[in-house]
């Protein structure tokens, strides 16, 4: 059972206990709850979900790996900022932890002051939900859908600005009328898992569109990613949750 902390948490996962003692040490005199474990089944039975909080973690480990913890946490559902570390030179796997969704990838032996900046990175990156979710806790459902319909065009236009298509008035505003429409927010505010929902929705409205040729869904999540693109999702995320939990 964890202890009632309102400091982000640290998680380290690695088999190795001169890793995992050498970077309890690295890290302890941050203002930072540090756990550790030496296992991912460990971790899993540990973990209960709590924000903010990031995961360094080791790739190559017996049992289940760090790929497949990173699997398993994905398939649960769970979205925990992840800085993966190895101590090989591997372009393909660590290619394959990005596009699942690492934060970063680091090579052992790596500088203290770079997986430090990672990890501050990656809890900002991971405590911004919270926060949106709690402000918009305080908007009425009229206000919060006056938001998402001025945060909905912000978001396409980062997303077409990024593949040269924002000039395209009437393709932004197409894009921007299909999110708007009261069976979409609907259908969004239905879901279980209302992030993705609105990937799949900017997926089909793309495509209608014809930009589909140029964006696949790949595409669109890497674009994703970018920090700008990323906020507004966010932000249309918390409305919509918003106004489901009315």
Known sequence: MHKMTHKPTVFVVDDEPAVLSALRMLLKPLDWEIEVFSSAKAFLDHYDGRMPACLVLDIRMPDMSGLGLQEELKSRDIRLPIIMISGYSDVPVAVRTMKAGASDFLEKPF??????????????????????????????????????????????????GRLDQSTNVARVRHVVDHLCRADVQDRL??????????????????????????????????????????????????????????
């Open 111 to 160: 500088e203290g002051e770079v997986l430090l900046r990672s990890i501050r990175q990656a809890l900002e990156r991971h405590t911004q939900p919270g926060i949106l979710t709690r402000l918009t806790r305080q908007l009425t459902d009229k206000e919060a859908l006056e938001l998402y319909r001025g945060i909905a065009p912000r978001l396409v236009l980062n997303i077409l």
């Open 189 to 246: 505010r239905a879901s279980e898992h209302v992030r993705d929902q609105v990937i799949d929705e900017l997926c089909l409205v793309l495509d209608d569109s014809g930009i589909k040729k140029v964006l696949s869904r790949e595409v669109l999540l890497e674009i994703i990613e970018d920090s700008g693109v990323m906020n507004d999702l966010i932000a249309l995320e918390a409305c919509l949750l918003r106004i489901q939990a009315s």
